[in-house]
């Protein structure tokens, strides 16, 4: 499974950020980094 679709699958842990419309996570330098969802993401992708 591709990222995007990872990303939007967990659209609710990631509700402070913008999701892109192509599934895109967009980050701000002044927002931390999502690590436990995006570790999430990554081995779900990988898996």
């Known amino acids: 499974m591709n ?3 990872q990303v939007l699958e967990h659209r ?3 509700s402070d950020y913008k999701i892109t ?8 330098t002044n927002q ?3 690590t436990s969802a995006l570790k999430t993401i ?3 992708t990988l898996n």
Do not use: Q, V
């Open 3 to 5: 990222e995007e679709i």
């Open 42 to 44: 990554i081995y779900d």
């Open 12 to 14: 609710n842990e990631l």
């Open 32 to 34: 931390e980094i999502p």
């Open 21 to 28: 419309p192509k599934g895109m996570l967009c980050l701000y």
